[in-house]
């Protein structure tokens, strides 16, 4: 569910957003586990920033409402399920259409970081913020390493990672494992390919969505 309006998101009320979790939950037979996207502009993601929810209401305002959503879905999932096989991603610091950011995201990552460590998730995912482009590479800021150190958990960082800067943040403890999106989507074979040091084809992204 995409929300990329300009304005405060409204939160469900817990008996909805509990139905429609617990109807999700029954629907994933023969999956290993869920990831739980509270991410990318999408609703949780929304729910979580500061800029795009100053709302009033038990999911809006303080810092503890706004991740009220999150967790809760996290719980509801992980008792349904289990918490071995619930995962959850966050990208704190992107600031999706200009209107879905946070002013202070590492406190907001911290928070997450604390508060799933509890719940004892498979592992938490994280988007670094948005990369740098230099000529066909990017530069990757690298700013996820206090959120790593308070999850006590799997940790996989995502955000413009080729095969040389996966390989050094597993290298240097700055994560446990690395994610790849766009790489994966133009090469289906990626983990061959960074097996042998074969070339990457160039990803396109007007076939992202389609």
Same mark, same amino acid.
């Given at each position: 569910m995409?929300?990329g309006?300009? =304005?405060?998101?409204?939160?469900?009320?817990?008996?909805? *957003?509990?139905?429609?979790?617990?109807?999700?939950? *029954?629907?994933?037979?023969? *999956?290993?586990?869920?990831?739980i996207?509270?991410?990318?502009?999408?609703?949780?993601? #929304?729910?979580? #920033?500061?800029e795009?929810?100053?709302?009033?209401?038990?999911?809006?305002?303080?810092?503890?409402?706004?991740?009220?959503?999150?967790?809760?879905?996290? !719980?509801?999932?992980? !008792? /349904?399920? =289990?918490a071995?096989?619930?995962?959850?991603?966050?990208?704190? @610091?992107?600031?999706?259409?200009?209107?879905? =950011?946070?002013?202070?995201? /590492?406190?907001? =990552?911290?928070?997450k970081?604390?508060?799933?460590?509890?719940?004892?998730?498979?592992?938490?995912?994280?988007?670094?913020?948005?990369?740098?482009?230099?000529?066909?590479? @990017?530069?990757?800021?690298?700013?996820?390493?206090?959120? #790593?150190?308070?999850? #006590?958990?799997t940790?996989?960082?995502?955000?413009? @990672?080729?095969?040389?800067?996966?390989?050094?943040?597993?290298?240097?403890?700055y994560?446990?494992l690395?994610?790849?999106?766009?790489?994966?989507?133009?090469?289906?074979?990626?983990?061959?390919?960074? /097996?042998?040091?074969?070339?990457?084809?160039?990803?396109?992204?007007?076939?992202?969505?389609?």
């Amino acid at each position: 569910m995409w929300l990329g309006q300009a =304005g405060p998101p409204k939160g469900p009320t817990s008996s909805v *957003f509990t139905a429609q979790t617990l109807n999700f939950c *029954f629907n994933i037979p023969g *999956f290993d586990g869920v990831e739980i996207l509270a991410a990318n502009g999408y609703l949780i993601d #929304k729910l979580m #920033k500061h800029e795009a929810n100053n709302g009033s209401d038990q999911y809006g305002g303080s810092l503890d409402n706004r991740c009220r959503l999150a967790l809760e879905v996290v !719980e509801v999932v992980a !008792e /349904e399920i =289990g918490a071995d096989r619930t995962a959850i991603k966050l990208s704190p @610091y992107d600031d999706y259409d200009g209107t879905i =950011g946070d002013t202070t995201p /590492e406190a907001l =990552g911290l928070y997450k970081a604390n508060a799933l460590t509890r719940l004892g998730i498979l592992y938490l995912h994280v988007t670094e913020p948005r990369m740098t482009e230099v000529g066909d590479n @990017y530069q990757t800021p690298r700013c996820l390493l206090p959120i #790593k150190k308070a999850f #006590k958990g799997t940790f996989i960082a995502s955000g413009g @990672y080729n095969k040389y800067d996966g390989d050094k943040a597993i290298e240097e403890s700055y994560a446990d494992l690395v994610s790849f999106g766009r790489l994966f989507l133009a090469n289906p074979d990626l983990p061959k390919r960074f /097996e042998i040091d074969a070339p990457l084809n160039k990803y396109d992204r007007s076939t992202f969505h389609i």
